[in-house]
């Protein structure tokens, strides 16, 4: 790889460039809640502060992308997988140790001994890494509808019909709600963005 690779590869969103030490596994860091983003970005700094890229790989916040409607807005914000937690790539010694340790907000290693934490497994970091993928590729919506639920449509030809959600389908971001014509319950399909809670 050149220079030139290497250098693009490292400036996509902060990201070091892929690491290559066999050594390295993956770590679960306790955080403040609220400041995983900011733990990542305390340890990436003093890493390179320490120097000590090359015991470093990746260092996550697994987050997905989640549509919210306000005001008939739609929104796609950020939600976090796990509250308080980030995922750091790591060659494990007492310099790391230390140096993650005692980085601004975190509280500490999760698993193993006090000082000897244990690595999580590659099937788990694999799991996470696939729920990151995939909360990107088909963002959920905030709004979960419940079978049995009493929503307002609030768009659409049944606009201000009243219901009942008969069915949630999340992949396809569609409820159907059973709303009464002319007396009658009636099914109907309608996009989440379509109905609203009462």
């Not at 995983?36 to 470093?56: H, L, S, T, Y």
């Not at 750091?88 to 999760?110: E, P, R, S, Y």
């Not at 979960?144 to 971001?173: A, I, L």
Request: proline fraction near 5%.
């Amino acid at each position: 790889m050149s220079e030139t690779e290497t250098s693009q590869n490292a400036g996509e969103a902060g990201a070091p460039a892929k690491p290559t030490n066999p050594d390295l596994r993956w770590y679960v860091v306790h955080a403040y809640s609220g400041m995983e983003k900011a733990v990542e970005r305390n340890i990436r700094e003093r890493i390179n502060r320490a120097g000590m890229q090359d015991m470093f790989g990746e260092i996550l916040v697994p987050t997905e992308e989640v549509v919210e409607i306000k005001n008939g807005q739609k929104r796609t914000s950020e939600r976090r997988f796990y509250p308080g937690y980030v995922l750091v790539q790591m060659v494990m010694n007492d310099d790391t140790w230390h140096l993650v340790k005692h980085t601004n907000k975190v509280t500490g290693f999760v698993g193993g001994a006090k000082n000897r934490p244990a690595p999580i497994s590659e099937d788990e970091v694999a799991k996470i890494l696939g729920q990151m993928e995939e909360g990107v590729e088909k963002p959920r919506h905030k709004v979960e509808f419940v079978v049995g639920e009493y929503v307002r449509v609030k768009d659409g030809p049944f606009t201000d019909f009243n219901g009942t959600v008969e069915e949630v389908n999340y992949e396809k971001n569609k409820v159907r709600v059973s709303v009464t014509i002319f007396g009658r319950a009636t099914p109907v399909e309608l996009e989440f963005s379509q109905v609203e809670k009462t």
